[in-house]
């Protein structure tokens, strides 16, 4: 099924948010490779301001950032466009923090490691849905 779908992905654009800069490196090469654009930075502050400079299809982001912690940035791009799709890559499984995330506006969220197939299908559909 995925085979089918990844042409969907050529037309958008994703922003990427991650603090792991070895992490960041490896997922946004191999999305590079997949997607029409990425574009990837490594702090919350950064990646909302550029959220605001520029247009991008889906948000992929981590929670535990610099200068602007993942549920803030959500709460943030929600207010500027509040139907984009937000991924959220989380190393924990903790209850009270995912309601807070989907309360933010979350729509989806992946455990870490990230299995970079299972983030591939999740873009997929929130581009299908978009």
Do not use: W
């Not at 990427?16 to 930075?41: A, C, M, P």
């Not at 959220?51 to 791009?77: R, Y």
């Amino acid at each position: 099924m995925i085979i089918m779908d990844i042409e969907i992905l050529k037309d958008i654009t994703v922003l990427y948010v991650e603090d792991e800069l070895d992490l960041k490196d490896v997922t946004e090469n191999f999305l590079s490779n997949i997607i029409g654009r990425v574009v990837s930075h490594d702090n919350g502050l950064d990646a909302l301001n550029c959220f605001n400079e520029d247009s991008f299809d889906i948000v992929v982001t981590d929670i535990n950032m610099p200068k602007l912690n993942g549920v803030e940035l959500i709460k943030e791009i929600k207010k500027v466009n509040p139907s984009i799709p937000i991924i959220v890559t989380t190393a924990y499984n903790n209850e009270q923090q995912l309601k807070e995330l989907y309360d933010a506006g979350m729509d989806e969220y992946i455990m870490k490691p990230i299995d970079l197939m299972q983030l591939v299908e999740k873009i997929i559909e929130a581009a299908k849905k978009n």
